[in-house]
């Protein structure tokens, strides 16, 4: 059900990051990021209802790119609309070509997109960036960012703000409580990704995190629901507010480097007790209110663990995030594939 930031299944077990035994590729795409990551293939699409391509890219040392929702369609209902189809790949580049290749309008999503003039492709090399504003955060407003995480993230965006020409402030960014808001509003997307018969009568074949998920969907109630949908409203306004006064938002894609394997998520980053989905919160926003969003490389931890930059943008302006991750790219080359990829071949 693509719910959790590690890949472990009762079906399948865990799936081991090619970046660290014992280490996560993390999740809900782990699977994909993990093969692309070792060399198995070149890119995979991935899910993203919450940051399940962009958390995977991080601890993976991929490009995870979640377009604006509604740019590559989806067949299917989607009650809380948070997800969207992603993309995993090693460059910038193949990022771009594949949402050229994948995005346009489709009858069956409601919310498809229309078909623009703009070649991704093209622009990673072309859009002009001089003077766009940005904003460095190293937590949104409302996480805990490890040191050594956020250390690494602000080089890279101090890096990338000189070589684009980037107007960058550390002005505030602060968004309420949006891993709250998301649980509340994704627990309905797990009842449409039911079929008929599966719940109850299927309870003991799902992990323990959806089984509570489903629980606490049913005792939701309409009222609190509509509130969910008010809640979800007030944080777009707010979110809208913030691309008025910059064009990009740069933060930690997470704020962990990779845990174990077999999870669960730490409960405590730089000393401090968090809650769940805190490990991974900051990917959470651009799901709830449809922005692009990219996930690059921004440098190895101290154990050689990936740690991404995620760089966040306006609903509707996928080339730019596209763009200042193809600089930095360029100033900042990263691997294409993890070390073990290269000493098995």
């Not at 999503?109 to 002009?128: M, N, V």
């Not at 407003?141 to 250390?151: K, L, N, Q």
């Not at 926003?285 to 969003?293: E, F, G, K, S, V």
């Amino acid at each position: 059900f693509g719910t959790l930031s590690f890949t472990r299944t009762l079906a399948f077990g865990v799936t081991t990051s090619p970046w660290g035994e014992g280490r996560t590729p993390g999740g809900s795409s782990g699977g994909s990021a993990a093969a692309v990551a070792a060399g198995l293939i070149p890119v995979a699409t991935a899910s993203d209802g919450g940051g399940s391509t962009r958390i995977p890219a991080s601890f993976a040392g991929l490009v995870g790119m979640k377009p604006s929702h509604g740019r590559i369609p989806l067949e299917g209902p989607s009650g809380s609309q948070t997800a969207v189809v992603g993309l995993l790949t090693t460059t910038v580049a193949e990022s771009a070509r594949h949402l050229d290749a994948t995005a346009g309008p489709d009858d069956r999503d409601r919310l498809s997109l229309p078909a623009t003039d703009l070649a991704y492709g093209d622009l990673i090399e072309s859009l002009a960036t001089e003077g766009l504003r940005a904003r460095w955060s190293p937590d949104l407003g409302f996480g805990v960012t490890d040191p050594e995480v956020s250390a690494l993230c602000r080089a890279a965006a101090e890096q990338l703000s000189e070589a684009a020409g980037l107007a960058t402030d550390d002005g505030m960014v602060d968004l309420g409580d949006p891993v709250r808001l998301w649980f509340q509003a994704g627990a309905a997307d797990l009842w449409l990704g039911l079929e008929p018969g599966m719940w109850p009568q299927l309870a003991d074949e799902f992990t323990p995190f959806v089984r509570r998920g489903l629980e606490a969907t049913e005792e939701l109630g309409m009222p609190r629901y509509a509130d969910i949908l008010r809640l979800r409203e007030e944080l777009q306004c707010h979110i809208a507010a913030l691309f008025d006064e910059v064009d990009v938002v740069l933060c930690p894609t997470t704020a962990v480097a990779a845990f174990a394997d077999k999870g669960p998520p730490p409960t405590v980053i730089d000393g401090q007790k968090v809650g769940m989905g805190m490990a991974t919160p900051y990917t959470m926003p651009a799901n709830l209110c449809w922005n692009p969003a990219i996930s690059v490389p921004a440098g190895l931890t101290g154990e050689g663990l990936p740690v991404g930059l995620q760089i966040i943008a306006g609903r509707h302006r996928d080339e730019v995030p596209l763009r200042l991750a193809r600089i930095l790219e360029q100033i900042r080359p990263w691997p294409r594939h993890a070390p073990s990829a290269a000493s098995s071949s």
